[in-house]
């Protein structure tokens, strides 16, 4: 017997021997040695170690599984194991159009016996149901055998999980846990036997692909990448429903499961449905669909779903791990964490379906995580703790917008939104123009679709704090978001384009910060920004002017810029001849050029390097372009049904080369990353009421006002260059005024003349964002102002001057 074979025998008796991230290791033992084998997850390879010395290297004869994390197997016990998602073929419906209740066939590809499973939700307990009816020839079902497998990722990840087959009023059931979270797994007609393995050695898909029989019956597995298997004798149960329950603890889980399995499963699809009917998707934007509605109600219920039941109003970006069967714990951040940007999506989208309560839910469950400085953390678990930490102008101004289009439906309630709104401002202030990550959560400087967020957050704030009784905050939110737009094309458009010989002039994805600026990092080079995710020996250095996405379309989408305005006109040029894919469905678009977050090349799945694919939320992006240029947006439209899945759900990326088969990936269907990708179905939905109201739902009124006019109609300009010593103003042009700003109280003693006479003013409370002084230049000054800060309450002066060029009348 050799050690791969010992090791399987023994598994059961010991616990884990190492937690080596990759390595799933167990202890053995013989007469002779103390023997360790440990499975390699990423070269598939069994090591065998003796006193910690590495011997031999063993190539498992039966093949590790892929993550499973709950499937059926069947056999016959002499001539067949049939996994469901090898062995048979499928037909997927729902049951109800108006809910998510789904109903898979599966069907034996040698059509002996098919398969039909249900999937409901138990309405009252946090349990999930599958009844399950197997019909076909009678000679096989008499011998038939189905297994359910499976592998539990409890507390957010697949180490240390336990598990134990326990009896729970006189049927056999599974209890798995990792720490204060419990699940339990049982059947209504009982297991007849179970068992709790580690995955890929002593699993029950190792067991039965041995000789079509389950041998093991190991009665708990504890502290360890695990998988639990069930046994169902389909001979005397042709119809059972499976539940699986969580719980805070044993019993929580194990009450749940029972409870279910208590009431007959034909009430439960009753009740299910019903209260999905209570949810009915808006039928009147089935018109601007080409599919009568389908995908629309789907999506309309997919974004309810991920609403947490637990931490109302949280919802997360998607249920699903992009390329979940390739990561390990080592990255726990997936899709199933709260991003503000997608959950505003996901808000506003219910908005365009008249859910004003469910919006307001988003808003209120979003102030209670606001942190004290006014800002948001980037994403965050469900109860509010933060996981990544980077700064995200737009994640801290589209909380405003939302709560200006709740305030102006009259949704709030008895929600007072106003310190809320002053405080998310005032971080706006304090840190933009400058982003540490845009959208695409990479890079820093001055991002086309931040600023477009950040201009409208703030005139949004300044209307709410002007029906506030707060003119002198609305007026410096209006001048500040002002100063902005004035400098807009200046900050993010360059005027040496290399990507189009027609286009010289056209916005770029961002623009990095200068030295002496916020986030300028001098390793990557003035003017330049290292791309991420980029494969080993693949440049990753590049120009501004060299990297383009189609961020500048959100200046058009809440009316910071007019549809024809030629610099976006120009820009989308350069867009459609450097990103943009023609599918076998429709048009789609990459995120930017030299993308990294993607599938590999050879169609392997993302890790920590690849290529971005193309994107169906672009196309949506697309077409409120279309819709608001007057443009063809139709064919955008039916993309997007055409980009979905049979069952509806929307991806993150589509693959966007020529078919790879063996990789399971087809040109301009599904890639390997989240499916549903939330934001893309809230997407879709904006855009379907965008059409039947011919505006686009997202266009911010106050926003379109000031700004959405041709520049010569304006009935206002920029007078005002602020200055904050995070970014400072090197020049001040003719004819502006320079104020400067400083989160406290502060003094401003400057010169005109070289120090020959020098000037003190004393900066004004303007609320939540701080303290502003405005120097009373002369008018027609010209030469050079130098100055210095001091703040009085603290007796602390800056130890520095800074010098601002003045270009005088």
Same mark, same amino acid.
């Given at each position: 017997?050799?050690?791969?074979?010992?090791?399987?025998?023994?598994?059961?008796?010991?616990?884990?021997?190492?937690?080596?991230?990759?390595?799933?290791?167990?202890?053995?033992?013989?007469?002779?040695?103390?023997?360790?084998?440990?499975?390699?997850?990423?070269?598939?390879?069994?090591?065998?170690?003796?006193?910690?010395?590495?011997?031999?290297?063993?190539?498992?004869?039966?093949?590790?599984?892929?993550?499973?994390?709950?499937?059926?197997?069947?056999?016959?016990?002499?001539?067949?194991?049939?996994?469901?998602?090898?062995?048979?073929?499928?037909?997927?419906?729902?049951?109800?159009? @108006?809910?998510?209740?789904?109903?898979?066939?599966?069907?034996?590809?040698?059509?002996?016996?098919?398969?039909?499973?249900?999937?409901?939700? @138990?309405?009252?307990?946090?349990?999930?149901?599958?009844?399950?009816?197997?019909?076909?020839?009678?000679?096989?079902?008499?011998?038939?055998?189905?297994?359910?497998?499976?592998?539990?990722?409890?507390?957010?990840?697949?180490?240390?999980?336990?598990?134990?087959?326990?009896?729970?009023?006189?049927?056999?059931?599974?209890?798995?846990?990792?720490?204060?979270?419990?699940?339990?797994?049982?059947?209504?007609?009982?297991?007849?036997?179970?068992?709790?393995?580690?995955?890929?050695?002593?699993?029950?898909?190792?067991?039965?692909?041995?000789?079509?029989?389950?041998?093991?019956?190991?009665?708990?597995?504890?502290?360890?990448?695990?998988?639990?298997?069930?046994?169902?004798?389909?001979?005397?149960?042709?119809?059972?429903?499976?539940?699986?329950?969580?719980?805070?603890?044993?019993?929580?889980?194990?009450?749940?499961?029972?409870?279910?399995?208590?009431?007959?499963?034909?009430?439960?699809?009753?009740? $299910?449905?019903?209260?999905?009917?209570?949810?009915?998707?808006?039928?009147?934007?089935?018109?601007?669909?080409?599919?009568?509605?389908?995908?629309?109600?789907?999506?309309?219920?997919?974004?309810?779903?991920?609403?947490?039941?637990?931490?109302?109003?949280?919802?997360?970006?998607?249920?699903?791990?992009?390329?979940?069967?390739?990561?390990?714990?080592?990255?726990?951040?997936?899709?199933?964490?709260?991003?503000?940007?997608?959950?505003?999506?996901?808000?506003?989208?219910?908005?365009?379906?008249?859910?004003?309560?469910?919006?307001?839910?988003?808003?209120?469950?979003?102030?209670?995580?606001?942190?004290?400085?006014?800002?948001?953390?980037?994403?965050?678990?469900?109860?509010?703790?933060?996981?990544?930490?980077?700064?995200?102008?737009?994640?801290?101004?589209?909380?405003?917008?939302?709560?200006?289009?709740?305030?102006?439906?009259?949704?709030?309630?008895?929600?007072?939104?106003?310190?809320?709104?002053?405080?998310?401002?005032?971080?706006?202030?304090?840190?933009?123009?400058?982003?540490?990550?845009?959208?695409?959560?990479?890079?820093?400087?001055?991002?086309?679709?931040?600023?477009?967020?950040?201009?409208?957050?703030?005139?949004?704030?300044?209307?709410?704090?002007?029906?506030?009784?707060?003119?002198?905050?609305?007026?410096?939110?209006?001048?500040?978001?002002?100063?902005?737009?004035?400098?807009? @094309?200046?900050?993010?458009?360059?005027?040496?384009?290399?990507?189009?010989?027609?286009?010289?002039?056209?916005?770029?994805?961002?623009?990095?910060?200068?030295?002496?600026?916020?986030?300028?990092?001098?390793?990557?080079?003035?003017?330049?920004?290292?791309?991420?995710?980029?494969?080993?020996?693949?440049?990753?250095?590049?120009?501004?002017?060299?990297?383009?996405?189609?961020?500048?379309?959100?200046?058009?989408?809440?009316?910071?810029?007019?549809?024809?305005?030629?610099?976006?006109?120009?820009?989308?040029?350069?867009?459609?001849?450097?990103?943009?894919?023609?599918?076998?469905?429709?048009?789609?678009?990459?995120?930017?050029?030299?993308?990294?977050?993607?599938?590999?090349?050879?169609?392997?799945?993302?890790?920590?390097?690849?290529?971005?694919?193309?994107?169906?939320?672009?196309?949506?992006?697309?077409?409120?372009?279309?819709?608001?240029?007057?443009?063809?947006?139709?064919?955008?439209?039916?993309?997007?049904?055409?980009?979905?899945? $049979?069952?509806?759900?929307?991806?993150?990326?589509?693959?966007?080369?020529?078919?790879?088969?063996?990789?399971?990936?087809? $040109?301009?269907?599904?890639?390997?990353?989240?499916?549903?990708?939330?934001?893309?179905?809230?997407?879709?939905?904006?855009?379907?009421?965008?059409?039947?109201?011919?505006?686009?739902?997202?266009?911010?009124?106050?926003?379109?006002?000031?700004?959405?006019?041709?520049?010569?109609?304006?009935?206002?300009?920029?007078?005002?260059?602020? $200055?904050?010593?995070?970014?400072?103003?090197?020049?001040?042009?003719?004819?502006?005024?320079?104020?400067?700003?400083?989160?406290?109280?502060?003094?401003?003693?400057?010169?005109?003349?070289?120090?020959?006479?020098?000037?003190?003013?004393?900066?004004?409370?303007?609320?939540?964002?701080?303290?502003?002084?405005?120097?009373?230049?002369?008018?027609?000054?010209?030469?050079?102002?130098?100055?210095?800060?001091?703040?009085?309450?603290?007796?602390?002066?800056?130890?520095?001057?800074?010098?601002?060029?003045?270009?005088?009348?």
């Amino acid at each position: 017997m050799n050690a791969l074979t010992a090791a399987y025998r023994w598994l059961n008796d010991q616990g884990p021997a190492f937690g080596a991230p990759g390595l799933e290791a167990r202890w053995t033992s013989s007469k002779k040695d103390a023997v360790c084998t440990a499975y390699a997850a990423s070269s598939r390879v069994w090591y065998t170690i003796s006193h910690g010395i590495l011997n031999e290297i063993y190539y498992p004869t039966i093949d590790r599984p892929q993550t499973r994390d709950m499937e059926l197997i069947f056999t016959d016990g002499e001539t067949f194991v049939h996994e469901e998602k090898r062995d048979f073929e499928f037909d997927f419906h729902y049951i109800d159009p @108006d809910a998510l209740a789904v109903r898979v066939v599966a069907s034996d590809l040698g059509g002996r016996y098919t398969v039909t499973k249900e999937f409901v939700c @138990d309405p009252h307990h946090p349990v999930v149901l599958m009844h399950v009816k197997i019909e076909g020839d009678e000679s096989v079902l008499s011998r038939l055998k189905c297994y359910a497998l499976l592998a539990p990722h409890l507390d957010g990840g697949g180490a240390g999980n336990s598990a134990r087959s326990i009896e729970v009023a006189g049927r056999r059931a599974i209890l798995a846990w990792k720490g204060n979270t419990s699940l339990a797994m049982g059947v209504d007609c009982g297991f007849t036997r179970s068992s709790c393995g580690y995955v890929g050695s002593s699993d029950g898909y190792q067991d039965l692909s041995g000789n079509m029989r389950m041998d093991w019956e190991f009665g708990q597995a504890l502290d360890g990448n695990i998988a639990v298997t069930g046994e169902i004798d389909v001979a005397r149960n042709r119809e059972f429903t499976l539940a699986i329950a969580f719980g805070d603890g044993y019993h929580a889980a194990l009450a749940g499961m029972m409870q279910s399995l208590s009431v007959p499963y034909e009430l439960h699809v009753k009740r $299910f449905v019903e209260q999905w009917h209570r949810a009915a998707s808006p039928e009147r934007l089935a018109a601007a669909s080409h599919d009568n509605g389908r995908l629309m109600r789907i999506s309309h219920n997919t974004i309810l779903a991920h609403e947490d039941k637990t931490y109302s109003g949280a919802f997360i970006a998607s249920a699903s791990i992009p390329w979940g069967n390739a990561k390990g714990d080592d990255d726990l951040g997936g899709y199933h964490l709260v991003w503000t940007r997608d959950m505003i999506q996901s808000a506003t989208a219910l908005l365009a379906c008249g859910r004003i309560d469910t919006a307001r839910r988003a808003l209120v469950y979003l102030a209670c995580t606001q942190r004290p400085d006014g800002s948001f953390a980037q994403n965050f678990w469900i109860d509010g703790t933060p996981y990544w930490t980077g700064i995200q102008l737009d994640e801290v101004a589209f909380p405003i917008m939302l709560a200006w289009r709740l305030w102006k439906l009259d949704g709030l309630g008895n929600f007072d939104v106003f310190p809320f709104i002053e405080h998310a401002a005032a971080f706006l202030v304090r840190y933009a123009p400058i982003t540490q990550q845009e959208r695409w959560e990479e890079a820093s400087g001055y991002s086309p679709s931040t600023l477009a967020t950040v201009i409208s957050a703030l005139v949004c704030a300044a209307d709410v704090a002007r029906a506030h009784h707060s003119p002198e905050l609305a007026n410096f939110l209006e001048s500040y978001a002002d100063w902005i737009e004035d400098h807009l @094309d200046e900050w993010t458009v360059t005027n040496d384009g290399v990507l189009h010989p027609d286009v010289k002039r056209h916005y770029v994805r961002i623009q990095p910060p200068k030295p002496g600026e916020s986030f300028y990092n001098p390793a990557f080079g003035e003017g330049r920004y290292n791309i991420a995710n980029r494969a080993p020996g693949e440049r990753y250095n590049f120009a501004a002017n060299e990297i383009v996405d189609a961020g500048f379309l959100e200046l058009v989408r809440y009316g910071v810029r007019r549809a024809d305005d030629p610099l976006i006109v120009d820009s989308l040029k350069v867009i459609d001849k450097v990103l943009k894919i023609d599918t076998p469905y429709g048009a789609c678009w990459r995120r930017y050029n030299h993308d990294g977050y993607g599938q590999q090349k050879d169609g392997e799945p993302f890790i920590h390097y690849g290529q971005g694919r193309a994107w169906p939320i672009l196309t949506g992006e697309r077409a409120h372009y279309e819709l608001a240029g007057g443009g063809n947006y139709a064919q955008y439209v039916k993309a997007i049904e055409r980009f979905s899945s $049979f069952g509806g759900m929307l991806p993150e990326q589509v693959w966007d080369y020529a078919d790879m088969p063996e990789q399971g990936l087809y $040109f301009g269907r599904s890639a390997g990353s989240a499916q549903p990708l939330v934001w893309a179905h809230a997407e879709y939905i904006k855009l379907l009421r965008s059409v039947v109201d011919g505006r686009v739902f997202d266009r911010i009124s106050v926003v379109e006002e000031r700004y959405g006019v041709r520049r010569e109609e304006r009935t206002f300009r920029s007078e005002v260059e602020f $200055f904050q010593i995070t970014r400072p103003v090197t020049e001040l042009p003719a004819g502006k005024r320079l104020q400067v700003l400083d989160p406290e109280r502060f003094r401003v003693v400057w010169t005109v003349d070289g120090w020959a006479n020098t000037h003190n003013t004393d900066a004004k409370l303007v609320g939540y964002p701080g303290f502003a002084a405005e120097l009373p230049i002369p008018p027609g000054t010209s030469g050079t102002l130098e100055m210095t800060l001091f703040w009085p309450l603290e007796n602390r002066w800056l130890g520095r001057n800074f010098s601002v060029n003045l270009e005088g009348a």
